[in-house]
């Protein structure tokens, strides 16, 4: 009988910030198959996610088949826009939700994880962030654009570049992206549709380079709308989980813990050929070259 077995393994999520997103549903999945989780968590939102956690906040959605609770070996303060510390401007570095902590640029903390864990076995990105989101496209500036790109793509590219000399040969890299990475999402602005583009693309080229370079795979998946704290940032996801229920071949609302267990498996030995790919979990949504919700495609959608 096939299984899931990641017992032994060290998993390092990047971007958990509460227990709404796919990264805590994927981190859930991997402790749920014997995984030790790290987590690195946005610095501004550390010691709300520190809290809820240690008050009990999160404890359902904690809970794992056998009625433990997912435990986490470390979190990290964790700013992937910036690789090393000469790079944090005046501005951050004294800023109130910064001041008291330090090592959070993407060069310090793979150094820590690496004195405190040696190596891991599975990064998991999932970080994604536009100041400019809510603006079109025809209408983001310059530096919205690129901070865009900055924070949600080129930080996987970093976050391999120096998490990959600690990872074994056989080592899994996984990063999540959408469907605005290759068809028009209007209101997906200020640059995210573009950045997601950039993280498939990376996705192919870095699953050459590193699975060359060091043996590790490297996969991306496109998931499907998810309420997720950040998702509410953009203003309109009900509005986005309505389309795709009524659209996709099956009408149901994807669930996070579906997007969970397929990374799982992608990072397990069970998809040990498997790298350079995207992935799409989204109910089929992807398949469908028509809205059938449409006024104009009315009656014929049977």
């Known amino acids: 009988m096939l299984s899931i077995d990641l017992k032994g393994k060290k998993a390092f999520i990047a971007g958990i910030g509460d227990d709404q997103g796919y990264g805590f549903a994927i981190a859930k999945a991997l402790a749920e198959a014997g995984a030790e989780i790290l987590i690195g968590t946005w610095p501004p939102v550390l010691k709300i996610f520190t809290t809820a956690w240690s008050m009990g906040k999160f404890d359902e959605s904690r809970k794992l088949e056998n009625g433990q609770l997912m435990t986490y070996k470390k979190v990290y303060p964790l700013d992937a826009a910036f690789d090393t510390p000469d790079e944090v401007p005046a501005e951050i570095r004294e800023n109130k939700r910064y001041a008291d902590l330090s090592g959070y640029t993407i060069a310090e903390v793979a150094k820590a994880v690496q004195e405190d864990e040696g190596h891991i076995d599975i990064l998991i990105h999932a970080l994604a962030n536009a100041p400019e989101v809510k603006n079109p496209l025809l209408e983001t500036s310059r530096a919205g654009y690129l901070a865009a790109q900055s924070a949600s793509a080129y930080s996987l590219v970093s976050l391999l570049a120096h998490f990959g000399p600690m990872m074994p040969k056989g080592s899994a890299v996984l990063s999540l ?78 669930q996070a813990e579906e997007v969970g267990r397929m990374a799982a498996v992608l990072v397990s030995p069970l998809a040990s050929a498997v790298t350079g790919d995207v992935i799409v979990i989204d109910n089929g949504l992807r398949c469908m070259g028509i809205a059938v919700d449409s006024p104009a495609y009315q009656g014929m959608s049977s």
């Open 177 to 254: 992206s959408y469907l605005a990475s290759e068809r028009a999402v209007p209101g997906y602005g200020g640059g995210m549709s573009s950045a997601k583009a950039s993280l498939e693309s990376d996705t192919r080229t870095l699953a050459f380079e590193a699975g060359r370079k060091w043996g590790i795979r490297v996969n991306t998946i496109s998931a499907g709308p998810l309420r997720s704290r950040a998702a509410k940032a953009i203003g309109f996801i009900d509005n986005m989980i309505a389309y795709a229920k009524a659209n996709a071949p099956l009408m149901k609302e994807l």
